[in-house]
């Protein structure tokens, strides 16, 4: 599923694996037409958090708005 980091337009965020208590993500930043891709490494906890605080939406929920 994609995902939508509030207040940067242009940047997504989408979960390629999650192992114990670890999610590994591919963050992509549209720079007006450059595209920067990286791989991050967070605690479930955090991206659990971060999801209920609304600092990060599906598309679908941040298109809605």
Do not use: W
Not at 27 to 41: M, Q, S
């Amino acid at each position: 599923m994609k995902y939508q980091i509030k207040g940067t337009p242009g940047t997504t965020v989408v979960v390629l694996d999650e192992k114990n208590d670890n999610m590994s993500l591919l963050v992509t930043r549209d720079f007006e037409g450059y595209k920067e891709h990286k791989k991050e490494t967070m605690k479930k906890e955090m991206f659990d958090m971060c999801l209920r605080t609304g600092y990060i939406q599906t598309e679908e929920a941040a298109l809605a708005v």
